[in-house]
């Protein structure tokens, strides 16, 4: 528990820089419904970011974006593991070959967290960012492919904690999803639930360091774009299973 109250200015202006980071350019409407700060307030920080250089005002009709002195507020990160770092280059390969974005995501509690994404590099990806987004287990592909192949024990529980999630959906059917799992752990590849963003399909394989299930990588693309993604999922099982022989 800290020992003193949070710099709500500090608070406010990091909220701001957060929102603006999710969009290309973002309008001054959408980030007062986005943040819920008055739009005074919003503006003096808006203003502050400004002068510090880390935003800029694209004109007074389209909004706001940040700027590259953003990525300087990551410098002192030491950025993936080693094994991560490998697989990123893997990541990295694979959207040179194939162009749409690769990611890598962890285990975070009860969703698959996106570590690192190749979407800069990609002139096919149809978002901005989705570092640190959160994934589910049960219909993003990440979270299939993770829940497939963990341990039994661990697969265990976290289908109890999905049970337990207030998000998961009525319709969720654990015999369902293990049924599912049974064919990712067939195929050696999960699919993202095609109910969830139907316009674009994610892939997903499972990695391993030491004989140990540490990541999931994974490429999106537009489904009508690659109607058989045979050759992909080829790629995909390639890159993971490289990564393990490196790392061995």
């Known amino acids: 528990m800290a020992s003193y109250k949070a ?16 969009q290309p350019i973002t309008r001054l409407r959408d980030l007062a419904a986005g943040t819920g700060l008055p739009r005074a307030t919003l503006v003096r920080a808006l203003e502050t970011l400004i002068q510090l250089g880390y935003v800029r005002q694209v004109d007074r009709l389209s909004g706001y974006c940040v700027t590259d002195k953003v990525l300087s507020l990551s410098a002192g990160h030491h950025g993936l593991p080693a094994a991560l ?7 990295d390969a694979l959207t040179r070959e194939w162009l749409w974005p690769a990611s890598i995501a962890t285990l975070d509690g009860d969703a698959m967290v996106v570590r690192y994404s190749t979407i800069p590099a990609s002139p096919l990806a149809h978002i901005h960012s989705t570092i640190n987004r959160r994934l589910s287990l049960a219909r993003r592909a990440h979270g299939r492919a993770y829940l497939a192949f963990c341990p039994d ?13 207030p998000s998961t959906a009525p319709d969720f059917s654990r015999p369902r999803l293990e049924q599912i799992l049974d064919g990712v752990r067939t195929s050696g590849f999960a699919r993202r639930d095609p109910s969830v963003g139907p316009q674009t399909s994610t892939l997903a394989v499972p990695v391993w360091a030491q004989g140990r299930l540490v990541a999931t990588l994974g490429m999106t693309f537009f489904a009508r774009s ?3 993604p045979v050759h992909m999922i080829a790629a995909l099982r390639a890159a993971g299973q490289a990564s393990e022989a490196q790392d061995g």
Do not use: M, T
């Not at 990091?14 to 980071?21: H, S, W």
């Not at 770092?85 to 990541?91: K, Q, T």
């Not at 024990?153 to 289908?159: A, T």
């Open 85 to 91: 770092e490998r697989l990123a280059a893997r990541a």
């Open 226 to 228: 690659v109607p058989d």
């Open 153 to 165: 024990e661990e697969r265990d529980y976290l289908l109890g904690v999905i049970e337990r999630l």
């Open 7 to 22: 710099v709500q200015s500090v608070e406010k202006a990091f909220v701001v820089l957060e929102l603006l980071n999710r």
